[in-house]
């Protein structure tokens, strides 16, 4: 052994003449030990040779050399090249790790024994490997340009694996595109899964597929800030976590989804609820403050984004969700589901930013929630155009027309804008829960499909502010129990039902409604007479064609028009205040309407009212203010010409009698 002696003597002598790295490469591994590090390295027994407490056995070593390179502590680099890979150990924790290599399947473990967190570079191309790393202290991860293909499972059957329940960076490094493509053959859970926390940082590019189930898997909360991720195509979710998902900036697209686009599911701990910074107990919520989301989910019943707790949309944020995937059935649950664009087990708010939703699947809806849903700001738009999912488990229609009271709840999915709440009817007695708040922003909503309303509250619905455009094919805007508008702007018009209908007692107290109803015997607002519930008109500015709920309560008088015309523009004038409006022509009408007092639920019947006895003119031309309701509407506008027509004070709406109440 006398001349292994002299050689490591030797380099000894070289690294403490000249303040450079030894090198000890052990199959494609490389260790790099810095001289100013090294200190007594220990030469046991011929056999084996011990550097910073790394010992190797010399029958192990491939090599020893010295250069100048720079080595980083706490840094491991790995470069796949074909079905090949490279590492490069930083010295100060070499002692820590445990590599093993197959080929391009690269795996580290940790030592339980670290206590410094390590910086793992992944960089380079190849058509079959793997990167796995097992531990528990945290660490980053550096995707540096990789093109990671795993084509035969070894270690396990993602590209990426992180067996590690820590935090774990994930830099995508700024400048970079990254591709990462999992084993059809294995039984991962993701193509990227990271065991703990996985947060997405930098401005890189990172594009993955997932061949098995979801495209990005996080065992505890995800969170994105800057990174442009795209899952082209996953088995499962797009992107799948255990407890919060946070994204604070960045692009994210999904497409190609088998399931969901982003889902947060519950870890099983939810003793502490929400919190606001987003702590590790924070299970099952989603919170997109900045940033840009797009989904085109195809799937069956998928949702776009899909939480077993709440979601909050804010700041600067813009999602767009494309969901064309049919209803189905669910033969674990035994009842129908339907696609969504975002959908809450809790509570959803909205406070800023933009969503855009377009569902075009049987029983598809934008937005829905079994909680509170808070709409507080921001733009929403949503499109729906699917027909009524119907299946009871053996027959299926994805444009059902018959009448949904004669079937069960359980056999349907009726196509809606937005849904918040949830009715019971499962006990002795019917319960209601959840509920819809709007207290600003912009919400646009159009439904055509059979069965489909606009927006729907199972339980109550207040409208305090914001500007409100609903074109329905059924209701407009519903609530199973009381409602209260007193503020905001608010049009509803239905094709096929009413164009505000409320199942409990109906407050307008405030605002600005334009109301549309059908053909008789659909009125433009309805309350539920049949359980004597009430509409209380208090105040506001109202229009609404095909009158209202006989047995109202009208505290501010209310005047029909002797006549009114379709296709036409009208103004009303109270005070020094002038709102121009455009008559739609009403479903099932004849064009041109007329109608003395007291019609209450003919669709021929316009009623106006204000805080002053108002004055209508028809057939004005209108120039300049502020468009509003698909520029159906113009506040502060400059209105000429035009004729009067006589108004009538309007009693129909305050006489006895139940109206339709549906």
Not at 54 to 65: E, P
Not at 122 to 135: N, P, V
Not at 304 to 328: F, L, Q
Not at 402 to 414: A, E, F, L, N, V
Request: glycine content about 16%; hydrophobic content about 30%.
């Amino acid at each position: 052994m006398r001349r292994t002696v002299l050689i490591i003597t030797a380099f000894v002598l070289s690294l403490a003449a000249n303040a450079q790295t030894l090198n000890v490469k052990v199959g494609n591994v490389t260790y790099q030990f810095p001289s100013s590090q090294t200190g007594d390295m220990t030469f046991y027994d011929g056999d084996s040779l011990t550097i910073i407490n790394k010992t190797f056995a010399l029958s192990d070593i491939d090599g020893m050399y010295v250069d100048a390179t720079e080595v980083t502590d706490n840094a491991v680099g790995i470069v796949y090249s074909g079905t090949s890979a490279t590492i490069a150990v930083a010295g100060n924790i070499a002692q820590y790790l445990t590599v093993t290599q197959s080929g391009a399947h690269v795996s580290i473990a940790q030592s339980d024994d670290l206590a410094q967190e390590i910086t793992y570079t992944l960089s380079g191309t190849t058509t079959d490997g793997e990167f796995y790393m097992s531990g528990s202290y945290k660490a980053t991860i550096e995707l540096n340009g990789l093109t990671l293909t795993n084509a035969t499972p070894v270690y396990s059957g993602a590209a990426v694996h992180i067996q590690n329940g820590k935090r774990i960076n994930v830099k995508v490094i700024t400048g970079t595109t990254n591709t990462l493509v999992d084993a059809a053959g294995g039984s991962q859970k993701g193509c990227l899964y990271v065991k703990g926390h996985a947060e997405f940082k930098q401005y890189g590019t990172l594009n993955v597929v997932g061949n098995v189930k979801h495209g990005i898997k996080a065992g505890e909360y995800v969170s994105i800030k800057n990174a442009t991720i795209n899952v082209t195509s996953a088995v499962g979710d797009g992107i799948s976590c255990n407890e919060y998902f946070l994204m604070e900036s960045g692009t994210v697209s999904i497409s190609g989804t088998g399931d969901d686009g982003i889902q947060a599911d519950l870890d099983g701990d939810t003793s502490t609820g929400m919190t606001n910074n987003h702590e590790d107990e924070d299970s099952g919520n989603i919170y997109i403050e900045g940033g840009s989301i797009t989904l085109d989910c195809t799937a069956l019943a998928a949702k776009g984004i899909k939480s077993a707790g709440d979601i909050y949309v804010s700041g600067e944020t813009n999602i767009t969700a494309t969901m064309s995937g049919n209803g189905t059935w669910d033969e674990d649950d035994l009842e129908t589901k339907a696609a969504c664009g975002l959908s809450a087990d809790g509570n959803l708010n909205v406070s800023g930013g933009s969503v855009s939703v377009t569902a075009t699947g049987s029983g598809g809806k934008g937005m829905k929630c079994d909680g509170v849903m808070t709409i507080t700001g921001g733009t929403i738009d949503i499109v729906t155009s699917g027909g009524l999912y119907y299946c009871d488990g053996t027959n299926e229609n994805h444009n059902y027309t018959g009448d949904t009271d004669q079937i069960d709840s359980d056999y349907y999915s009726s196509p809606k804008g937005i849904k918040a709440g949830v009715k019971d009817t499962s006990g002795n007695s019917t319960t209601y829960s959840g509920g819809l708040v709007i207290s600003s922003g912009t919400v646009n909503v159009t439904t055509s499909g059979n069965n489909a309303e606009g927006i729907e509250s199972k339980n109550y619905l207040n409208i305090s502010g914001g500007y409100i455009t609903v074109n329905a094919h059924d209701d407009g805007i519903n609530s199973a129990q009381d409602m209260t508008i007193d503020g905001g702007y608010v049009y509803a018009r239905a094709t096929d039902n009413d164009g505000i209908d409320s199942n409990g007692n109906l407050y307008l107290q405030g605002g600005l409604v334009y109301a549309i109803g059908a053909s008789s015997p659909e009125v433009a607002i309805d309350v539920n007479s049949e359980e004597q519930k009430q509409l209380y008109f208090t105040g506001g500015t109202l229009i609404a064609i095909g009158g209202l709920e006989q047995g109202s309560s009208l505290s501010q008088t209310c005047y029909q028009a002797s006549s009114w015309n379709s296709e036409t523009w009208y103004s009303m004038t109270y005070g020094s205040t002038t709102i121009a409006f455009y008559t739609p022509t009403v479903s099932g009408g004849s064009g041109p309407g007329g109608g003395g007092p007291g019609g209450g639920q003919n669709n021929s019947t316009m009623v106006v009212s204000a805080s002053s006895t108002p004055t209508l003119k028809s057939g004005v031309t209108v120039s300049g203010g502020t468009g509003i309701f698909d520029n159906n509407c113009y506040l502060n506008a400059t209105v000429s010409g035009g004729s009067n027509v006589s108004l009538s004070e309007y009693t129909g709406g305050s006489g006895p009698g139940p109206g339709p109440g549906k």
